[in-house]
């Protein structure tokens, strides 16, 4: 008998799924990562260094943020922040809307 239901989408949700939803994986153990901005020298060397699979740091304005419902904490933005100034955050709270419009944008830009 075939099994037929492993690639069920809950267990694995993607980071569009992330998006439309604007909600966090469920089997995520660590919290999310939040940037100190009083310390951040906006390199933008986090952002690059995000894996593409969860993708959730952002310039907004003149700071970079991370978006804690994309933010799995794995944590490779902290091993390469040159000034140590990311930071776990266990107290996030949910993006706004008008963030989530513009990732919303993005995501699409980028398919
Ligand atoms: S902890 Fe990982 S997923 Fe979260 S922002 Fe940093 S690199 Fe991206
Ligand atoms: S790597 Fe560190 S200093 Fe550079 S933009 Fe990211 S959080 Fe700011």
């Known amino acids: 008998m075939p099994v037929e239901n492993s690639d069920s989408p809950a267990s694995a949700p993607g980071r569009n799924l992330r998006i439309a939803t604007r909600s966090r994986a469920d089997n995520w153990k660590k919290p999310p990562r939040r940037i100190e901005i009083s310390e951040c020298i906006t390199c933008d060397t986090c952002l690059r260094s995000c894996p593409e699979e969860f993708g959730a740091i952002f310039d907004r304005g003149l ?3 991370i978006i804690p419902e994309l933010c799995s904490g794995c944590p490779s933005c902290v091993l390469e922040c040159p ?6 955050d ?7 809307d008008a963030m989530w419009n513009h990732i919303e944008l993005t995501a699409e830009g980028a398919a």
Not at 83 to 88: L, S
Not at 91 to 96: A, G, R, V
Request: one cysteine or more.
């Open 90 to 96: 266990e107290d996030w709270k949910p993006t706004d």
């Open 83 to 88: 000034v140590d100034c990311i930071y776990v």
């Open 63 to 65: 700071d970079v943020v």
